[in-house]
T-cell receptor
Framework: AQSVTQLDSQVPVFEEAPVELRCNYS??????LFWYVQYPNQGLQLLLK??????LVESINGFEAEFNKSQTSFHLRKPSVHISDTAEYFC????????????FGSGTRLLVRP | GAGVSQSPSNKVTEKGKDVELRCDPI?????LYWYRQSLGQGLEFLIY????????KSGLPSDRFSAERTGGSVSTLTIQRTQQEDSAVYLC??????????FGPGTRLTVL
């Protein structure tokens, strides 16, 4: 079984400041890792994913996340945020065991202020 | 191409009634998932279909919940004798085998 912990329910930050959204997971099998984003009144969109290979993965809009196996973490970072990054961010894992169902964290609301 | 579509977008029902929620996956996707998003429980897996294999029903919260996938494409999630705690946004996702899951816009279910 897998579980995901997102300790921060809300992260307020000023525009152009850096941000880190934390994600830790536990699993008895190898996992794939994902960050999904949900903009206000919209559906879930994949932001980035780690399947294998390089532990640092990047999105097209400047976010990056690093898979750290020893610390079982997959923190999301962006060096300079924009107002438009205001959204709910969900970390998720899927175990390479059976159905590849996604197990989600509780989400972190990123609130970017001008 | 078209993404995952779900209908209806909103459903209001009375306690005790049955409801059916529909999901049209992306054409060619082999796997289909149902999740629900609620204030109290966050995002939870409900059920998974992959081709002609037996579905993974391990996330269904009670025997009032069931789902079927006809012809390897469209899926219907049925909730019988709805309860207020069933109020949530029901999300469908599809993928090509175990590749990235793409989500639909969801159906917001309100049980009065």
């Amino acid at each position: 079984a897998q579980s995901v912990t997102q300790l921060d329910s809300q992260v307020p930050v000023f525009e152009e400041a850096p941000v880190e959204l934390r994600c830790n997971y536990s699993s008895s099998v190898s996992v794939y890792l994902f960050w999904y984003v949900q903009y206000p009144n919209q559906g879930l969109q994949l932001l980035l994913k780690y399947l294998s290979g390089s532990t640092l993965v990047e999105s097209i809009n400047g976010f990056e996340a690093e898979f750290n196996k020893s610390q079982t973490s997959f923190h999301l970072r962006k060096p300079s945020v924009h107002i438009s990054d205001t959204a709910e961010y969900f970390c998720a894992v899927s175990g390479m065991d059976s159905s590849y169902k996604l197990i989600f964290g509780s989400g972190t609301r990123l609130l970017v202020r001008p | 191409g078209a993404g995952v579509s779900q209908s209806p977008s909103n459903k209001v029902t009375e306690k005790g009634k049955d409801v059916e929620l529909r999901c049209d996956p992306i054409s060619g996707h082999t796997a289909l998932y149902w999740y629900r998003q609620s204030l109290g429980q966050g995002l939870e897996f409900l059920i998974y279909f992959q081709g002609n294999s037996a579905p993974d029903k391990s996330g269904l919260p009670s025997d009032r919940f069931s789902a079927e996938r006809t012809g390897g494409s469209v899926s219907t999630l049925t909730i019988q004798r709805t309860q207020q705690e069933d109020s949530a946004v029901y999300l469908c996702a599809s993928s090509f085998f175990q590749d990235t899951q793409y989500f639909g816009p969801g159906t917001r279910l309100t049980v009065l």
